[in-house]
């Protein structure tokens, strides 16, 4: 049986205009954002808020300007943590767009933290990119803890989860573990406990669901996600307003994830486009 969990309202009178606009900022910056540290730390963030913003008119992504800004946002957030990883002195070519872009070695930098990691890991399991996915699964835990940004230390054993799982360590369970009691209200210290609670924690249920091989709990569970999700994105008026959420990144990427492991997705949303969840851009875009 399929459960369906509407999108929330969202105007989308002035969309149109905000996507030219968007579209030729992210543009600018991934023409010079390469050499610029000034540009490096809005080019994850610009290129998401483009795609997500795609959505509010192609609810299901069935276009092809939603499919290449999806990519090009993954794309983004994975050349800028192979660029943090490359040894000191060096640099890496990576294709972001249809072009090869050069970016230099940067170590530690303040945007590259323990969240952006994860929206870059999102992106690349929504894209089925897995040379990217193992390329983040290498990046060294401690790279992101240098870089000065201040989490919760769940956060870092969820990124250790999702390494393992990735890697196919053995420890996986033992770090997933971990993350979750790290969200216990009483463990942090700078999460607030409403984002916690119907955000940042949902996907670590489902790659629980996923690990399992659970189908009915994982569409259980996948199903509160997008409740949640709408719930957290309803609660004023400003939020509501703003892109950040159409989509429901974490919860998308455990679907795309349970979909490839062959676990049969029952729960329909414009929050999962269908489009991206079942990879319909397949052989259409060169990564």
Same mark, same amino acid.
């Given at each position: 049986? &399929?459960?369906?969990?509407?999108?929330?309202?969202?105007?989308?009178?002035? &969309?149109?205009?905000?996507l030219n606009a968007l579209g030729e900022t992210a543009n600018w910056i991934l023409d010079e954002f390469a050499d610029s540290p000034v540009l490096r730390p809005q080019a994850l963030s610009t290129a998401l808020t483009l795609a997500q913003q795609h959505c509010a008119v192609d609810p299901q992504a069935v276009k092809f300007e939603t499919w290449e800004a999806w990519v090009t946002a993954m794309q983004t957030g994975s050349a800028l943590f192979?660029?943090?990883?490359?040894?000191?002195?060096?640099?890496?070519?990576?294709?972001?767009?249809?072009?090869?872009?050069?970016?230099?070695?940067?170590?530690?930098?303040?945007?590259?933290?323990?969240?952006?990691?994860?929206?870059?890991?999102?992106?690349?399991?929504?894209?089925?990119?897995?040379?990217?996915?193992?390329?983040?699964?290498?990046?060294?835990?401690?790279?992101?803890?240098?870089?000065?940004? &201040?989490?919760? %230390?769940?956060?870092?054993?969820?990124?250790?989860?999702?390494?393992?799982?990735?890697?196919?360590?053995?420890?996986?369970? %033992?770090?997933?573990?971990?993350?979750?009691?790290?969200?216990?209200?009483?463990?942090?210290?700078?999460?607030?406990?409403?984002?916690?609670?119907?955000?940042?924690?949902?996907?670590?249920?489902?790659?629980?669901?996923?690990?399992?091989?659970?189908?009915?709990?994982?569409?259980?569970?996948?199903?509160?996600?997008?409740?949640?999700?709408?719930?957290?994105?309803?609660?004023?008026?400003?939020?509501?307003?703003?892109?950040?959420?159409?989509?429901?990144?974490?919860?998308?990427?455990?679907?795309?994830?349970?979909?490839?492991?062959?676990?049969?997705?029952?729960?329909?949303?414009?929050?999962?486009?269908?489009?991206?969840? %079942?990879?319909?851009?397949?052989?259409?875009?060169?990564?």
């Amino acid at each position: 049986m &399929v459960t369906t969990v509407p999108r929330h309202e969202y105007s989308t009178d002035d &969309v149109p205009d905000t996507l030219n606009a968007l579209g030729e900022t992210a543009n600018w910056i991934l023409d010079e954002f390469a050499d610029s540290p000034v540009l490096r730390p809005q080019a994850l963030s610009t290129a998401l808020t483009l795609a997500q913003q795609h959505c509010a008119v192609d609810p299901q992504a069935v276009k092809f300007e939603t499919w290449e800004a999806w990519v090009t946002a993954m794309q983004t957030g994975s050349a800028l943590f192979a660029a943090a990883s490359a040894p000191e002195g060096t640099s890496v070519t990576c294709r972001i767009k249809e072009r090869e872009r050069t970016l230099p070695a940067t170590g530690p930098e303040s945007h590259l933290n323990a969240g952006a990691w994860v929206t870059s890991f999102y992106l690349a399991m929504i894209c089925r990119d897995n040379d990217r996915l193992r390329l983040l699964a290498e990046v060294p835990v401690s790279l992101l803890r240098d870089s000065g940004a &201040v989490f919760d %230390e769940y956060i870092y054993s969820w990124v250790e989860a999702l390494q393992s799982f990735w890697l196919g360590r053995q420890d996986v369970g %033992e770090k997933l573990v971990a993350a979750v009691d790290g969200t216990a209200p009483e463990a942090l210290r700078y999460a607030d406990a409403d984002l916690m609670s119907k955000i940042l924690y949902p996907p670590l249920i489902l790659l629980y669901r996923v690990i399992r091989r659970d189908p009915a709990q994982f569409n259980k569970a996948l199903a509160d996600a997008l409740r949640w999700h709408k719930a957290y994105w309803t609660a004023d008026e400003e939020r509501s307003a703003g892109a950040d959420g159409l989509i429901a990144l974490g919860p998308l990427a455990m679907a795309c994830l349970a979909r490839d492991q062959g676990i049969t997705v029952e729960v329909e949303s414009e929050y999962l486009p269908k489009a991206l969840l %079942e990879y319909a851009w397949i052989g259409e875009i060169e990564y």
